[in-house]
């Protein structure tokens, strides 16, 4: 199995940026598709972006689009998401997670993940 710690989080103003990180460890990172998937208080886990085991297919939900970009590099066994143009409605605990096969936007799908970073963004 592989284990994810996200890093990156805090408390930012709107309009702001923040780049977060999820390490991975134990089984070779390249094996899997990645998701990034957030969480706000009282509400679902929801989708947020999801990158193929190499970075050929790249999917993001409407509401980032534009805004944030998920990026892996492999070698380092590590997947980014930078945060740009950051809304208040961007607060959430931000999670990474794992699976085999192809990348997916329901969280139900996903095997792995990590312990989950927070954002807050201040209006």
């Known amino acids: 199995q592989v284990q994810l710690v996200e890093s990156g989080g805090g408390l930012v103003q709107a309009g702001g940026s923040l780049r977060l990180s999820c390490a991975a460890s134990?089984?070779?990172?390249?094996?899997?598709?990645m998701g990034w998937f957030r969480q706000a208080p009282g509400k679902e886990r929801e989708f947020v972006a999801a990158?193929?085991?190499?970075?050929?297919?790249?999917y993001y939900d409407d509401a980032v689009k534009g805004r944030f970009t998920v990026s892996r590099v492999n070698a380092q066994n590590t997947l980014y998401l930078q945060l740009n143009s950051l809304k208040p409605e961007d607060t959430a605990v931000y999670y990474c997670?794992?699976?085999?096969?192809?990348?997916?936007?329901?969280?139900?799908?996903?095997?792995?993940w990590g312990q989950g970073t927070q954002v807050t963004v201040s209006s």
């Open positions: 134990g089984r070779t990172f390249s094996n899997y598709a």
């Open positions: 997670a794992a699976r085999t096969g192809v990348p997916s936007r329901e969280y139900s799908e996903y095997a792995y």
């Open positions: 990158n193929s085991r190499y970075t050929g297919s790249i």
